[in-house]
């Protein structure tokens, strides 16, 4: 009988255990900022602006380790930059950091597995009036 009951508890405690790492996984089926981003569109108080065929390749890929890989252009001519800052993510709120004396923060307006879309509201400890503020959309690349 003794036998019976501790092949019972191993049993129970085996099913508890599976059972919690199962909880851990309820999480991966949330979207998630990590990854490449294109953007598609951009819009400035209110309008969305026409962009150029150089603007249509500027990327954003986010890591995992809180890294931010830029991929820029300035137009005119078309001359492309990559440049590496340090984001956080913490709710809606994105952070982007652009060297050491310069930070811009976002809100996240919208984040699925496929949408992004932000609207700058701080640059350097100012925060933007509501018609001096940008909203970006990205889709993300396969």
């Known amino acids: ?58 990327t954003l890929t986010f890591n995992s380790n809180e890294t931010l890989i830029s991929y820029y252009t300035d137009n005119d001519p078309c001359e492309f930059f990559t440049e590496n800052q340090q984001y956080s993510l913490n709710g809606v709120e994105l952070t982007i950091l652009f060297g050491q004396n310069s930070d811009f923060r976002y809100n996240v307006l919208t984040l699925s597995s496929t949408v992004l879309s932000i609207e700058n509201f701080y640059r350097n400890g100012e925060t933007l009036e509501d018609n001096n503020r940008t909203t970006y959309q990205y889709e993300k690349v396969e």
Do not use: H, R
């Open 1 to 58: 009988m003794k036998k019976l009951n501790l092949l019972f508890g191993i049993l129970i405690a085996l099913t508890i255990m599976s059972c919690s790492s199962n909880d851990d996984d309820s999480n991966s089926n949330e979207p998630t900022i990590i990854g490449e981003w294109i953007l598609v569109n951009q819009i400035y108080n209110g309008q969305n602006e026409i962009l150029s065929s150089c603007e249509l390749q500027e």
